[in-house]
């Protein structure tokens, strides 16, 4: 089986200080990845990076596209990757209202990303948008109001609808569940595990959230100072972990 | 269908200036297919470590770990998750899951994620269910709110959801009552006659002699303790 992904030695220098060095690892279909760390150690510049929001300043990402096979992404053109970024990629922020588009209405964010991918019949358009809404429990009614006027929970479900509804195959999180309170936390990590589950996604995700991973990812990255200093099964580093940094974090973890 | 070769764990704490904690040393164990094997030996004799060594989330320093033709001790994580999915069962003594997922869906989640149909997952969930006696009233709601033996039995359905050729089972039984026993047992020994191949803690002695076929004592892989 040919890797979805295959990131190899990204390193991103933030003038004399380390973004992130030397980070690669496979990612195959249907597969989630984790990539945990506390703040400032890398994990969402190497989400940047591999997403190209970022310039990275070694290494190659390379991503098995559904027509030329694998490419890598860093020296493809840039019509090719914002093309990439519409249809096969999707990118889920930490704050909803960076993926959204606050002036326009929920169903029209949604219609958007389908009419960037060549969608023009309106009443087609409209209906997908109703049904995505429904996948993600936002009620019909809502279709036409802006996403200010949506909860931050419903906000956050409203950006993973309008990143999923062009069938992306490979989906960066960053904190997808951050920012949420406990309950709706809940609900969007069984929407987020279904959807991976049924539509056979695969994703990275970047949390700080040790329980997030338990539930969410299939392996793990423990990140620090730049550095990737973990890898593995999640269960197997979350019991078992071998680094100092990473055994020290386990253990930090309060038990509810 | 289960075969370990010589194989050590020891923990090192790097916090707690790298402390080294051998746990197991020379461990040497065969499941054949049908087989149960009951694992004893005093708490902390390390009956839960193999256990966890054998499902892959604890790392094996030296040895084999073979379960079916995967070497567990040595295979990567997504030749792991791939045996786990297919091949190799595990019910822990704690329900770990997604909060406010209803029941019926914690159950029929292990076969859906293989590819079996809507339909038969959930008959299947609702039957387990059903024999495992948890009242129909509760399938629509989150185990995480259940008593510690209805938890307990939930986990067990899970466990049982797919007909796995190889099974780890860390105490089932504690925590129940006299016919909810009979129950759990009457499914492992359905599963034995299955040809699964079974490695079980059982604290429960009357259990452990009806469904084990042989019992191991850990024991004898301790290393010996220098102070």
Known sequence: MTPLLEVKRISKMYGSRIGCSNVGFDLYPGEVLGIVGESGSGKSTVLNCLAGHLEADTGSVVFDTRVDGPKDTFTMSEPERRMLGRTDWAFVHQHARDGLRMGVSAGGNVGERLMAVGARHFGDIRQQAIDWLGRVEIPENRIDDRPTTFSGGMQQRLQIARNLVTGPRLVFMDEPTGGLDVSVQARLLDLLRELVRELGLSAIIVTHDLAVVRLLADRLMVMKDGHVVETGLTDQVLDDPQHEYTQLLVSSVLQV | ?227
């Open chain 2, 1 to 227: 269908m289960i075969d370990i070769q010589n194989v050590s764990k020891s923990f090192v704490l790097q916090n707690q200036g790298s402390a080294v904690i051998s746990v197991i040393e020379g461990g040497n164990l065969k499941v054949a297919a049908g087989e149960c094997v009951g694992l004893i030996g005093a708490s902390g004799s390390g009956k839960s470590t193999l256990m966890r060594m054998i499902y892959g989330n604890y790392l094996t320093q030296s040895g084999v770990i073979k379960v079916g033709d995967l070497d567990v001790a040595n295979a990567a994580p997504r030749e792991i998750i791939n045996l786990r999915r297919k091949v190799l069962g595990y019910v822990s003594q704690f329900l770990r899951v997604v909060p406010r997922v209803a029941t019926l869906d914690v159950v029929a989640e292990p076969m859906l994620q293989i590819g079996v149909s809507k339909n038969e997952a959930y008959d299947k969930a609702r039957s387990l269910l059903w024999r495992l006696s948890i009242p129909e009233t509760l399938w629509g709601l989150s185990p995480m709110t259940f008593s510690g033996g209805e938890q307990q039995r939930v986990n067990i359905a899970r466990g049982f959801a797919n007909d796995y050729p190889a099974m780890l089972l860390d105490e089932p039984t504690a925590s129940l009552d006299g016919e909810n026993k009979e129950n759990v047992l009457s499914l492992i020994e359905e599963a034995k006659a299955r040809g699964t191949a079974i490695v079980g803690i059982f604290h429960d002695e009357a259990a452990r002699d009806r469904v084990c076929d042989r019992q191991v004592d850990v024991t004898k892989f301790t290393p010996i303790k220098t102070a």
